[in-house]
């Protein structure tokens, strides 16, 4: 019989790890431009996919990126700092060639309809919306707040694989990166979910009225990810 | 906002309950029978596995079908995506205590983890539809059986040091996730919409499942043709019948079918 007690009391450090992992994910998804169904109709701002969709092209990006540095080293800041820069670069070009189908191919400026002015350039929005839209493109403000997420979700990622790989455990190496790896997109996915759920499926980034909801998300994802977190720890740690 | 049309319940010429029973039994029969007669009688037995999974695809696909038709906002692949990401741990976790009643646990622990999330779903993130919770655990229990079918098929045993060298380590779990969250969603996903029926949907869900079947049966192909064959054999017949069956009902449903021939060559059109 596995004895549950004693795997999660050598392991709490990468059970609280794999927590804050996967609250990172939870919050970087409330970062994320997304713009649903209406976005693929350049008929509201952000780009025109599901949250999970770009969640998880982020995330797998940043989760690949930090598996491959994590064979050259085992420096834990290098291989989440990769991680994080991974799903960066990723979100950062979905989004670059989303306004640039957006603006050449559709021919709508970058504008929101939520706020009457952009927060960092300051520049006005609401001249810019055509009529009977909630805003196109993904303006200034929309791709910072999204290139934000991206890194935020890549660094939950990479933590949460991070540890899982960490956990002591009596099988070979070849078995616990397969475990860890399957464990840590399950966990992610669940977390884009949650966050998914609490914004209602779509968003423009931290400028949304939506992003004060962030504090349900939180909760929900703690709890959440603390099961999981326990359950795939004591798989790992048992085997 | 709503996925689907306006928020409604779906009408279900099956009921749901005929349906849950049909993907907890018939799973956790396919499931049995591949692991006890693959070590009995080798490995041609081992397509039971996928056979059983297809059962719990049908039943997650009904199971998101009738949570998708209140609107839940989001798409419905994300509810795809969380069925097995759930359904992965739960799975895994469930397989190695369970010892051989792992998938029998691995279902109880999929239901409680399904049940929390909606409980949190509709409590505190204040989604407002009124069957998440028994929805989120129903189909968090059937990602589970679709993982544990779909993985005994290509390991031939559902003991956890099985699975974790033959399903888990070699990667093939990463094309059993993909497959079996697409396999839930789908159906639902391509027939959504005002005129949705649910035989329809479930025969894609049964499409969708032979699809596993047959890719479950090209990835073993390159460890055990003995067990290749079969699953192979099988899922392209289950195949034909169910997309026969749905082409059916598409012209069942449909104002009119037409065919409008090829695309017109250049001279044509000048």
């Known amino acids: ?239 | 906002m709503a996925a689907g049309g306006t928020p409604k319940k779906a009408g279900s010429a099956i009921p749901p309950k005929k349906i849950m029973v049909f993907g907890i039994l018939g799973s956790l029969i396919g499931i049995y029978a591949g692991h006890f007669l693959t070590i009995m009688f080798g490995p041609v037995f081992s397509f039971l596995g996928v056979l059983g999974a297809i059962c719990a695809i049908v039943w997650g696909a009904d199971t998101v079908r009738r949570v998708c038709s209140y609107g839940i906002g989001t798409g419905v692949p994300s509810i795809g995506m969380l069925a097995i990401g759930m359904g992965i741990v739960a799975a895994l976790f469930g397989l190695e205590i369970g010892g051989i009643a792992g998938p029998v646990v691995a279902l109880v622990i999929a239901t409680i983890i399904g049940l929390i999330i909606g409980l949190l779903g509709n409590r505190i993130m204040k989604m407002g539809v009124p069957i998440m919770e028994t929805a989120t655990a129903e189909i968090a229990a059937a990602g589970t059986l679709t993982i544990v079918g779909v993985s005994t098929s290509m390991a031939g045993s559902f003991e956890i040091y099985n699975i974790v060298s033959h399903v888990v380590a070699n990667g093939f779990i990463a094309l059993v996730f993909i497959i079996g969250a697409i396999a839930i969603l789908h159906p639902f996903n391509s027939n959504l919409g005002p005129d949705e029926k649910q035989d329809r949907t479930l025969a894609v869900a049964f499409v969708d499942g032979s699809i596993v079947m047959i890719v479950t049966g090209i990835v073993v192909a390159g460890v055990s043709i003995a067990s290749a064959v079969p699953t192979l054999v099988i899922g392209l017949l289950i195949w034909i019948i169910a997309f026969t069956k749905y082409y059916s009902l598409v012209k069942r449903d449909a104002y009119k079918v037409v065919g409008t021939g090829l695309l017109p060559t250049e001279e044509e059109l000048s």
């Open chain 1, 1 to 239: 019989m596995i004895d549950f007690a004693a795997i999660i009391a050598e392991n709490i450090l990468y059970l609280l790890l794999i927590i804050v992992g996967g609250l990172l994910v939870a919050i970087g998804v409330h970062f994320v431009p997304v713009g649903g169904a209406p976005a693929a109709m350049a008929q509201s701002t952000g780009v025109g996919t599901g949250t999970v969709q770009l969640a998880a092209g982020a995330g797998l990006t940043g989760l690949v990126a930090a598996g491959a540095v994590m064979q050259v080293t085992d420096n834990l800041l290098l291989v989440i700092a990769s991680g994080m820069v991974g799903a960066m670069i990723m979100i950062s070009s979905t989004m670059l060639l989303g306004n640039m189908i957006y603006i050449y191919g559709v021919g709508v400026p970058p504008a929101s309809a939520k706020i009457k002015y952009d927060p960092i350039t300051r520049d006005r929005q609401d001249l810019y919306i055509s009529q009977g839209t909630e805003g196109h493109g993904v303006p200034t403000s929309c791709f910072i707040s999204g290139v934000i997420g991206g890194g935020l979700g890549g660094l939950g990622g990479a933590m949460v694989y991070f540890a899982l790989l960490s956990v002591t455990n009596g099988t070979s190496a070849l078995n616990v990166i397969g475990l860890a790896s399957i464990f840590s997109v399950a966990i992610f996915f669940i977390n884009a979910v949650i966050a998914s759920y609490n914004i209602g499926g779509t968003t423009e980034g931290f400028h949304d009225p939506k992003f004060k909801r962030l504090p349900k998300a939180v909760v929900s994802s703690i709890i959440v990810t603390f099961i999981s977190g326990i359950l795939s720890l004591i798989t790992i740690g048992g085997l």
